[in-house]
């Protein structure tokens, strides 16, 4: 054979082999099957509205179950601006984020089926806390298998954001407001002597002699924190100074929102003493409310200006904060609509499958025990008579139990009030509900908490735990025993509860249970050990009828 030499064309840029004797031959060109562009939004508009809809599926019960959270509780109510919120901050970022390929990631792909996991989980347990973290898992998850790290880093604050929508976990809250409430009401009482009222604090009670102050939970500032921590992010987000000064700007809503709160606790007090009790009601207490929340805003946004004069610089608050709508170049952004890459295409199908498998699943069969309706628990046993009474409307339908037992009896040695609430199935976010955290929603404060043994009382193969609370409101003292008794076990930790719910939903295919709480009030002067007697002294002749009416 001649001699083989290899050449670049000049033009066309292909190698072309030469033989000697033979014509030059180009080799064959790669033939492309990439999409134009208008393809490609169309491939992924359908792949993003199929992902839309498998989420709708898979999150309808934990979504309908966060609306009720914003609708019913006050402090969440801003859940409803904050996606929107976080879409604002997003499109401020798209600029940057078109100046980025968008890769894809596979640990979005592992994102997305951890959050799946975790509604599972929240649903059985009836979680719906861990089912509403799991959905942002899942959110999260689907941007970074789509856009990879380097776009999600540019994003990453606004996808944060979306946790303001979820509600803290209950345990979490409930220590929060109360050491709210604590500090509140103690700034507040000093602000009041300082105007030269005179006034008592016990507790969270303001005691002016003439009247008396209940800071209940609901005056504990904490939808003023929320909402300023909400407002604060977004002020810290857009201002454009070091990193320590926008991190104070964020954390200075915790001391904001004391020192607010406070205030309008004193200014409550003060005129409440001059002119009434009206004073700190109605209109009036709601207008003190929304004047607070601006005078937060009004203090943040000064904040910022006192930040920008500090380290030197030339720049002035306004500067600093710019908040505008930017101008998209729409052709650098069509980048971003484009067929999804292999991690993202694989997130969307767990979504799917996810989505099949939530349509298709049987109905869950419960097993439903037997059991005596608590209208027929005795109302005399040992020493003790006991009056039947019923719970408030509000209350009940908060608590939603499918039957209900409260008592008060009277013995030689005083009174106990006994509740029971049973649940027949506590799936859903139907299940019992804790003294724990009912009890400061009732103004209730909690002096004391521990687990404690009955030693003399004996279930199953020990003794009866019970969590022993010491509460007090205004100059009331009472002392509360409360458990949970769920199929055939006291439990004393409410998690623990979910848990159980959780592995007894499989492996018996059972949910009920019970919560029980005894109640006595301490007389004046009365040392807690005889009103523990008495708890005792009942909990020992009620304990053998109460398991007559929770199957276990």
């Keep these: 054979m001649g001699r083989m030499r290899v050449r670049p064309s000049i033009a066309t840029g292909r190698v072309i082999t030469v033989q000697a004797g033979c014509m030059p031959q180009a080799t064959p060109p790669a033939v ?68 980025e390929p968008v890769v894809g990631s596979w640990a979005g792909t592992a994102i997305v089926l951890l959050g799946l996991g975790l509604e599972g989980f929240g649903r059985l347990s009836t979680m719906d806390t861990v089912a509403q973290y799991g959905f942002l898992l899942v959110v999260w998850g689907l ?65 002016l002699g003439v009247m008396k102050l209940q800071v209940v939970e609901a005056c504990s500032g904490l ?20 990193l320590w000064k926008r991190i104070v ?33 109605g209109l009036l207490h709601d207008f003190e409310g929304v004047t607070i929340f601006v005078a ?50 694989a997130a969307a199908a767990l979504i799917a499958i996810a989505a099949i498998v939530t349509v298709s699943a049987p109905e869950r069969v419960h097993a439903y025990p037997q059991r005596p309706e608590f209208a027929s628990f005795p109302l005399e046993f040992a020493q ?51 003294p724990r955290a009912c009890l400061p929603a009732g103004g209730w404060e909690i002096l004391s908490f521990k687990t404690h043994a009955l030693e003399k009382i004996s279930f199953r193969s020990g003794p009866l735990k019970v969590n022993r609370v010491v509460i007090q409101k205004g100059d009331i003292t009472a002392l509360v025993y409360y458990w949970f008794q769920q199929r055939g ?15 007894d939903s499989f492996s018996r295919q059972r949910t009920d249970g019970a919560m029980v ?21 009942f909990a020992s002749v009620a304990m053998p009828e109460l398991r007559r009416f929770i199957p276990e």
Aim: proline share 4%; charged share 15%; net charge neutral.
């Design 32 to 99: 492309s099957y990439r999409l134009n562009a208008s393809a490609q939004s169309i491939v992924f508009g359908l792949i993003a509205l199929a992902a839309l809809i498998g989420l709708a599926l898979v999150f309808h019960h934990t979504l309908a179950a966060l609306v009720r959270v914003w609708d019913s509780q006050k402090e969440y109510s801003l859940g409803y601006v904050v996606p929107f919120l976080s879409l604002f901050l997003v499109y401020q970022r798209l600029d940057r984020l078109a100046a």
């Design 489 to 503: 076990r006291v439990i004393t930790d409410e998690y623990v509860v979910k848990l159980y719910i959780l592995a």
């Design 384 to 434: 003790w008579k006991g009056v039947p009474s019923r719970l408030e409307p509000e209350i009940a339908a908060v608590l939603n139990t499918d039957d209900y037992l409260l008592v008060d009896y009277f013995g030689n040695e005083g009174g106990v009030n006994l509740h029971a609430s049973y649940y027949a199935s506590q799936t859903e976010g139907n299940s019992t509900h804790s």
């Design 249 to 281: 700007v964020f954390l200075s809503a915790i001391p904001i929102t004391i020192a607010l709160n406070s205030a309008r606790i004193a200014l409550a007090g003060v005129t409440s003493d001059h002119w009434g009790p009206a004073m700190a009601e």
């Design 223 to 242: 939808r003023y924190l929320i909402s300023l921590s909400i407002l604060s992010f977004v002020v810290a987000y857009f201002y454009r100074d070091r």
């Design 143 to 207: 941007v970074l298998a789509y856009l990879g790290w380097p776009g999600t880093r540019i994003i990453l604050m606004p996808l944060a954001s979306l946790m303001f929508m979820v509600p803290m976990p209950n345990y979490l809250l409930r220590d929060i407001s109360q050491t709210l409430q604590l500090l509140s009401s103690q700034l507040g009482v000093e602000l009041i002597r300082w105007c030269g009222t005179s006034v008592y604090l016990e507790g969270n009670v303001i005691d």
């Design 296 to 345: 937060g805003v009004l203090i943040l946004l000064a904040e910022v200006w006192i930040l920008v004069k500090v380290g030197g610089g030339k720049r002035n608050a306004r500067d600093a904060l710019a908040i505008g709508v930017p101008k998209l170049d729409l052709a650098r952004v069509r980048h971003l609509v484009r067929v999804p890459g292999k991690p993202a295409c």
């Design 517 to 537: 709480r005894l109640v006595t009030v301490v007389g004046s002067g009365e040392d807690l050990a005889n009103a523990d007697a008495r708890l005792q002294s």
